[in-house]
Every structure is written in C-alpha cells, then in structure tokens.
C-alpha cells in the first residue's frame, strides 16, 4: 500500500527566509504532484513532476523529485506573506489506467511578517 | 464555466437521511475522481470514473456510499444512512486523461448531526 509522508506537518517563518518541505513515498510511481490549499478554498494544482531528476520553479516555490530516494523536495525561496497556505504532495498509483492519487497529510505554512 | 463545479456548497442533515452530492467536470474531461478531506484522515480517495470503463470503487469506505456518472459528465456521490463520521468535505476533480494533473472543485461541506 502506497504511503506519502510528509514534513514539517506545521511550518511558521518569517518572510525573506528559505525553507523546505519534504514529501517521502513508499512504493514506485511514476509522477508526483503538489497542490495548495487556501482555508476554505479548494485544491490548486502547482507542479507535476514526472521523472527522476525533475526540477520545476514557478516564482518563489521550486519542486524537484528523486525517484530513487522517493523524495521530493518543495523549496520556498524568500517567503512572503501570500505563500501561506496549506501544501500537499500527492502521489499517483495507476492501478488498471486509474490515476488516484494518495495524498500527504499536508504543510500548514505560516509566513509572518 | 471554466471549472469544475460541485452543488450544493454545504449540506447539514440529520443522521440516517440519505445525501446526493454533484459534480460537474470541466468540459471534455474524461476522468473523474471523488475524494473526501476531513480532520482526521486528510485527503482520501473515493472513486474514480474513465470514459466507458468500469469505475475504480476502491476507495468507498463502505455500501452506504456509491456514485455514478451520466453520459461521460455528471456525477453523482450518494450517501444512505449517513453516520456522523461522514461529516467532510468531498471534493470532487476531473482531468483531460488520466495522465493529467486533476482539477478540483470547491467542496461539498456535508454535515451531519
């Protein structure tokens, strides 16, 4: 059975710094996913990564994926106060061309100013 | 519209009712998916539906729960006999094909009393 874990679970800092969160898989697959989530608000879609090696950056948020390791990193570059939210990494598991995804529990990222 | 779209919003009821909750996927999408996010188990999945194909059931937690979809669009969760731990959001998301990242709608908060 395919396990996500993610962490830190919570996550406060203070605009301007760096920090990673991190996202452990179990079992094989083949892409990875990371989404926010803003209280009360649903899921937005952030990177897909699909290959061992696979590096995306979309303004201060960089996603990269280790295959071997089943690790992928989300790295947050000088922080600012819009970047709080909840993250979630999510692993696909093609079951029979089912492409469910099993989730983290998520990042409960606080930025203070 | 432009996403996927899911009614009613929030749905409070007494226990033991029975719940029907919609989604409507984003135009042209052939996969659909059912997920529930509550407190206590995160993000699960439900079911999925692609194309034709038989759905994937795997993530219904028990008989009280089954869905369908009609005409490739559509989809309806329904809930018999809801307990108090049915109370969640369910989320509901549709991709172009199973190998693209999932949309989500807002949620159905259901609550039960």
């Known amino acids: 059975e395919l396990k996500v874990e993610q962490n830190p679970l919570f996550l406060s800092m203070q605009e301007g710094k760096n920090y990673t969160i991190y996202c452990n898989y179990s079992?094989?697959?083949?892409?990875l996913y990371w989404y926010r989530q803003d209280p009360g608000k649903s899921l937005e879609s952030l990177f897909v990564l699909l290959s061992n090696g696979a590096v995306k950056q979309e303004g201060r948020l960089m996603a990269s994926l280790d295959t071997k390791a089943r690790l992928s990193t989300l790295h947050i570059t000088a922080a600012v106060h819009d970047l709080s939210a909840t993250y979630f990494c999510a692993v696909s598991t093609p079951q029979g061309g089912s492409e469910k995804l099993v989730f983290g529990k998520g990042t409960k990222l606080t930025v203070n100013p | 519209g432009a996403g996927v779209s899911q009614s009613p919003s929030n749905k409070v009821t007494e226990k033991g009712k029975d719940v029907e909750l919609r989604c409507d996927p984003i135009s042209g999408h052939t996969a659909l998916y059912w997920y529930r996010q509550s407190l206590g188990q995160g993000l699960e999945f439900l079911i999925y539906f692609q194309g034709n194909s038989a759905p994937d059931k795997s993530g219904l937690p028990s008989d009280r729960f089954s869905a369908e979809r009609t005409g490739g669009s559509v989809s309806t969760l329904t809930i018999q006999r809801t307990q108090q731990e049915d109370s969640a959001v369910y989320l509901c998301?549709?991709?172009?094909?199973?190998?693209?990242?999932?949309?989500f709608g807002d949620g159905t908060r259901l609550s039960i009393l």
């Open positions: 079992t094989t697959s083949d892409r």
């Open positions: 998301a549709s991709s172009l094909d199973p190998n693209q990242p999932q949309h």
